[in-house]
């Protein structure tokens, strides 16, 4: 609750640094109001609540980093180079990457899990839209899992309790579908 509405845990993000109404829900609606100290909830999900996730022990550093058109891939590699225990690009529209910087993600994703969101703060990640080298189709081939509706911080949290709890890649896909779905 912020400023007298409900939001939904997993769809509010902060859209303004200062602002009293600096909450919003991107595309979508709060869920109710706090009126006079008492809730009113005009609708609640239709889904089924996802079970949470415990995490484990930290095991390293996810970092979040920013991509964007015609980069080398410098940045993705130098964070793994460093010993990033995974990474999180923030792609290009629905979560792109240039040509060149696509040929350094299939060596990372040898390295450790690599997840795309998209800058967009609009939207999700595609999975079937474009397959020009750098694109969803042509990173999901080389083994990037997309965030779906996830911004990068939201995945980097995601990512960060997967690889505390030593998750194999198959479960990294299997939780982001689940946790990124619209």
Not at 67 to 76: E, Q, V, Y
């Amino acid at each position: 609750m912020m400023n007298d509405q409900v939001f939904r845990g997993d769809r509010v993000r902060k859209g303004h640094t200062f602002a009293v109404d600096a909450f919003d829900t991107q595309h979508y609606r709060p869920i109710g109001r706090i009126t006079e100290g008492e809730p009113e909830i005009d609708w609640l999900p239709v889904q089924p609540r996802v079970a949470p996730l415990t995490p484990g022990t930290v095991r390293g550093e996810v970092v979040i980093v920013g991509a964007g058109i015609g980069d080398s891939g410098f940045g993705l590699r130098a964070v793994v180079d460093a010993g990033a225990a995974a990474l999180v690009i923030d792609g290009v529209g629905a979560g792109h990457v240039s040509g060149v910087a696509a040929d350094v993600v299939s060596e990372l994703v040898a390295r450790v899990p690599v997840v795309m969101a998209s800058r967009t703060r609009g939207g999700r990640t595609g999975t079937r839209t474009y397959a020009y080298p750098g694109a969803e189709m042509d990173l999901i081939e080389r083994g990037v899992v997309m965030a779906g509706r996830l911004n990068a911080a939201q995945a980097r949290l995601l990512a960060w309790v997967l690889v505390s709890c030593d998750a194999p890649i198959e479960t990294w896909r299997e939780q982001f579908a689940l946790r990124g779905r619209p």
